[in-house]
C-alpha cells in the first residue's frame, strides 16, 4: 500500500504562484508514475501533469504547459506542483496520483493510489 497526503492548496489572486506537496509513504518501490490531477464542481477529473519517477520524463496539460512545473524529491518521497500564473479556470481540488508505469497517463483510471486532495482557489 501507498499512502499520499497533498497539502499546500489555499486562494490566490489571478497571477499569483502556489506550490502543491504530495509526501509518499508505504510500499513506494512499485511506483513508477506519479502525477497531479485535478477536478473542479460539475467537470470531470483530468490529468495536468506527470512525472516518471525512473527517468524524471515530465509531460503536461496543454492549459498548464509553461506555467506548471512538477518534480520529485527521491530522498523526502514527496512530489511537487510549482503552479505559477495562476487563472481562475486553474480553480479546483488538485489530487495527487500514483501507479505503475502508464503509458496514458491522464487516464484517472489507470492509478492504483490517491491523496485526498487539497483545495485551490483563483479569484479574479
Known amino acids: 500500500q501507498v499512502q499520499l497526503v497533498e497539502s499546500g492548496g489555499g486562494s490566490v489572486q489571478a497571477g499569483g504562484s502556489l506550490r502543491l506537496s504530495c509526501a509518499a509513504s508505504g510500499y513506494t518501490n512499485g511506483v513508477y508514475t506519479m502525477a497531479w490531477f485535478r477536478q473542479a464542481p460539475g467537470k470531470e477529473r483530468e490529468g495536468v501533469a506527470v512525472?516518471?519517477?525512473?527517468?524524471?520524463?515530465?509531460y503536461y496539460a496543454n492549459s498548464v504547459k509553461g506555467r506548471f512545473t512538477i518534480s520529485q524529491d527521491n530522498a523526502k518521497n514527496t512530489l511537487y506542483l510549482q503552479m505559477n500564473s495562476l487563472k481562475p479556470e486553474d480553480t479546483a481540488m488538485y489530487y495527487c496520483?500514483?501507479?505503475?508505469?502508464?503509458?496514458?497517463?491522464?487516464?484517472?483510471?489507470?492509478?492504483?493510489?490517491w491523496g485526498q486532495g487539497t483545495q485551490v482557489t483563483v479569484s479574479s
Open positions: 496520483a500514483a501507479g505503475p508505469a502508464i503509458l496514458a497517463w491522464a487516464s484517472s483510471s489507470q492509478y492504483n493510489y
Open positions: 512525472i516518471y519517477t525512473r527517468g524524471g520524463r515530465t
